[in-house]
């Protein structure tokens, strides 16, 4: 009954998905491009790739399992934090056990936190989200004897990297570390939304009704997701904090928590890779408006936002590839 | 569990929303291999009782016995993993996932590998086989790799009940799975249903009174959340009450 | 001590007035169409500013300049109702959320660009400035005002809602909307006017919130989390959710930063994800 030339093999076509392309490796190897090229962009470069960082993080909640957050700048800030309070009030300075500390802090905040996130839905969703952000930035406010409030945390002192690698002036060793922490994020992203569990929560969120209809915990899952997105932010946070030396309540503050949805929209929320894009257009962009008055970049930041809901609601990457007539997920 | 017990079975259910009863003392069992239909007319309750049964509400009152066991408190994901199925009337389905993902990615929560992260999709060969073997034996093999929402209108009919197919269920409800199909279609999608394996017990919603008939072995008939009758098609054929109630239209289309 | 405590209580009751005045009608308005509008508080901005504008450049007086006020918020979410708003009605939260804080983002920038980042001042009529002695306690004048305004905007609403056809045909649109068109409602057009009556309420609780709060740019997003605090906590809606949630929110806010300076906006928070873990709909929300 089946024409065999028509009927896909299942197993072929679940593989090719999961597939490494040539653009990814070409755009991997683009990402080295600024150690030869542009040596004065580095410390911006490093800035851009721990904001993709955090925008993949966003993006597995909110692009894969549909879960709106406006307020993942806690974990970004909870991990800058727990980065450089390991430093200057603890003195453990080596990064890479920084790192890790920085992750499992914030993933833990993240899983007690999902207990509230998946009771809710819509607008008491959107108010959680909220307002557990600026509940974490007034806490952090509040704890100066801990965070050193609005002076920002001081003596922030971070080893070499393997005893070996020093964060010299000019940023070649933060970038490299922070590149380093997007491509292994990236990896981990990856692995998850190419799995049975990145399959379940797409399923989240293209039909959350149905998903007890076929027998599925989806909370489970969802805490799940948010918990490993809180680390992730946490580790992006952190990376700021080691690269810098500093942390201030800036990490914290609601306007991370939007800058990193405008990214992620813009880029195009789903695919990974629109994270890593928003990101690199918006820190451009604002690296090179940073004269004006930020009041007009955010007239801006607005105008591209109603923009892009309007004319390209699935962002860049989504316009391009609708364009190309192609479809990915 | 012997053989003669129902699968499924209500006991005197009860519903109201405010001042309005949609659930009367509705006691309804589903013997093992049951082909039963539930037919009344609009508004009598009949997608309200099949919510009440699979737990996406709460009866003010009575039992749901599923399997021998108590499940009028469970969870609808736990009724569906102890073998409790359904289809919607309206498409409830994953637009922007083929039917191969949609039903592999059942199979997959029902054996509890669905939480994996760490192994990519394709390393679950037999559940990725079983997912193209039911999705072969409804004839949507041809579609397996295109996104759901660019399926014709019947075929994601057919996937509604390769979904619940997916779940293995003892107990099969389908809420009017011909709803908005033409009627040639319709013939095509119930002998899929006919030829479903003989352990399944399915009670499906059914306006279309030909198909009732050559397709159910027994009759519901709910009017006003009550049920009116429980009988054979000849019974139902034939009595005044369900005449009444379906009244200028006859029994017969 | 009891004084001191009951003129907080004063304070912080007029205070929420000026909340409710602000968010109620954001509060039917995303009940009746499940539309998240964070543009509600740029309404009140623009009321605000049309105030200052019309007092000082025109020498309004002030309870002329609140009507107006009110006016122009309507009119201009008209216009941005027809034209913008409506286009994302079926299009998802998370689009609502971006496009309507864009437009908080231009709003903000618009008004940098013409008044500048200045705190607006808004000049008082004498008899509303000073303050009368009540039971012992010196009440503000202008609190009293507020709270008069806010009393009677409520009378209103509650009195529109239960005694009107508009208001008899929101309330069922807001109960069940498909039932609503059933009968022949035509609910857009019902959604178009109440959405007009809520952002005109924004921009009469704008130009009320001039001399308590100040004016500039930041506004429309300042007040936007006490607004969507007002309305989560309240309930989706509901005129009774928004005042007990507006009340509430106004009182907690002046005690807790007059008593507790350094926790006060901690607690205020903690407490809206307390209420919202336990109540997902709100105190008074019905889905």
Not at chain 1, 76 to 87: E, H, N, Q, T, W
Not at chain 3, 66 to 77: E, G, N, R, V
């Amino acid at each position: 009954m089946t024409n065999a030339a028509l009927t896909p093999d299942p197993h072929a076509w679940l593989k090719a998905r999961g597939r490494w392309s040539p653009f990814e490796i070409a755009f991997w190897a683009a990402t080295l491009l600024p150690f030869f090229f542009f040596p004065s962009y580095l410390p911006l470069a490093s800035q851009i790739a721990i904001a993709a960082l955090f925008a993949i993080s966003v993006d597995l909640v909110l692009g894969y399992a549909g879960i709106v957050t406006l307020g993942h700048a806690m974990f970004f800030g909870i991990g800058a934090y727990a980065a450089g309070i390991i430093s200057s009030r603890y003195g453990w300075t080596e990064p890479l056990t920084g790192l890790l500390f920085a992750g499992l802090v914030a993933g833990a905040v993240g899983f007690i936190a999902s207990f509230l996130i998946v009771r809710v839905q819509h607008l008491a969703l959107l108010m959680i989200t909220l307002g557990l952000g600026l509940l974490t930035y007034e806490l952090a406010n509040a704890m100066s004897w801990l965070t050193g409030g609005t002076d920002g945390l001081m003596g922030i002192d971070i080893a070499p990297i393997f005893g070996v690698f020093n964060f010299d002036l000019w940023g070649r060793t933060a970038y490299a570390y922070s590149l380093a922490g997007l491509f292994v994020g990236f990896l981990l992203s990856r692995r998850i939304v190419h799995s049975s569990f990145g399959l379940a929560l797409r399923g989240v969120r293209e039909n959350v009704r149905r998903m007890p209809a076929i027998g599925s915990e989806h909370r489970v899952h969802l805490q799940k997701i948010y918990t490993i997105s809180a680390a992730l932010a946490g580790i992006a946070g952190a990376l700021l904090t080691q690269t810098t030396e500093t942390a201030s309540l800036q990490t914290l503050n609601f306007e991370r928590s939007a800058d990193v949805v405008v990214m992620l929209i813009l880029g195009g929320t789903g695919r990974l890779y629109g994270g890593i894009l928003g990101a690199a257009i918006f820190m451009i962009a604002r690296d090179q408006l940073a004269g004006i008055n930020p009041q007009y970049w955010y007239f801006w930041i607005g105008f591209l936002l109603m923009l892009v809901v309007l004319t390209m609601p699935k962002g860049i990457l989504g316009g391009l590839a609708r364009l190309a007539g192609r479809r990915d997920e | 569990m012997t053989a003669a017990e129902p699968v499924l079975a209500t006991e005197a259910l009860q519903k109201s929303f405010g001042q309005l009863q949609v659930a009367r003392d509705v006691t309804l069992s589903l013997p093992r291999g049951a082909r039963h239909a539930l037919i009344g007319p609009n508004g009598a309750g009949k997608t309200t009782l099949i919510n009440l049964i699979t737990g996406q509400l709460t009866p003010d009152s009575g039992r749901i016995v599923l399997g021998g066991e108590d499940v009028t408190r469970t969870p609808v994901a736990a009724r569906v993993r102890r073998g409790l199925a359904r289809t919607f009337q309206i498409n409830t389905l994953f637009p922007d996932l083929t039917p191969l993902e949609s039903v592999t990615l059942a199979i997959l929560e029902r054996e509890g590998a669905a939480g994996r992260f760490w192994s990519n999709i394709a390393t679950h060969s037999g559940a990725i086989d079983e997912a193209f073997d039911i999705l072969t034996r409804l004839r949507l093999a041809d579609v397996a790799t295109r996104p759901t929402r660019t399926l014709p209108y019947g075929q994601q009919r057919l996937l509604e009940i390769a979904l619940a197919l997916a779940t293995r269920p003892k107990v099969l409800l389908l809420d009017e799975p011909a709803a908005g199909v033409p009627k040639d279609e319709s013939a095509v999608l119930f002998n899929v249903i006919a030829q479903l394996p003989d352990d399944i017990s399915v009670l499906f919603i059914e306006h279309d009174m030909d198909i009732v008939f050559s397709f159910a072995s027994r009759i519901i008939v709910l009017v006003a959340g009550g049920v009116l009758l429980e009988a054979e098609p000849s019974v139902v054929r034939n009595d005044a009450r369900v005449r009444e109630v379906y009244l200028g239209q006859g029994t017969h289309g | 001590m009891i004084s001191q405590f009951a003129i907080v209580l004063f304070d912080g009751f007029a205070f929420g007035m000026l909340l409710f005045v602000l968010s109620v009608g954001l509060s039917v308005t995303m009940g009746l169409m499940n539309f998240i509008n964070l543009a509600h508080g740029a309404f009140g901005m623009l009321g605000g500013y049309v105030a200052v504008t019309l007092m000082r450049q025109m020498g309004m007086p002030f309870l002329a300049a609140l009507p107006c006020a009110f006016f122009a918020a309507a009119l201009l979410s008209i216009v941005l109702e027809r034209t913008l708003f409506r286009r994302l009605y079926r299009a998802g939260e998370l689009n609502q959320v971006l496009f309507t804080i864009g437009s908080v983002f231009v709003a903000a920038a618009v008004a940098t660009y013409v008044f500048g980042t200045v705190q607006q001042v808004i000049p008082m009529p004498s008899w509303l400035r000073g303050s009368v002695e009540v039971l012992g306690l010196r009440l503000n004048v202008y609190r009293i005002f507020i709270i008069a305004v806010a009393l009677a905007v409520t009378a209103l609403l509650v009195f529109g809602l239960e005694r009107t056809r508009l208001g008899a045909q929101v309330r069922a649109a807001v109960d069940n909307q498909r039932v609503a068109q059933g009968l022949g409602m035509d609910v857009e057009r019902i959604f178009a006017v109440t959405f007009a009556l809520g952002s005109g309420l924004a921009g009469l609780g704008g130009a009320l919130a001039v001399e308590i709060v100040g004016l500039d740019p930041s506004f429309g997003f300042h007040y936007l989390v006490y607004v969507l605090i007002v309305v989560a906590v309240g309930g989706l809606g509901s005129v009774t959710g928004s005042f007990v949630g507006a009340a509430l929110l106004g009182i907690g806010d002046v005690a807790g930063k007059y008593f507790m300076p350094e926790v006060g906006s901690f607690l205020i928070y903690l407490i809206m994800v307390a209420i919202l873990f336990v109540k997902p709909l709100g105190l008074f929300g019905k889905r």
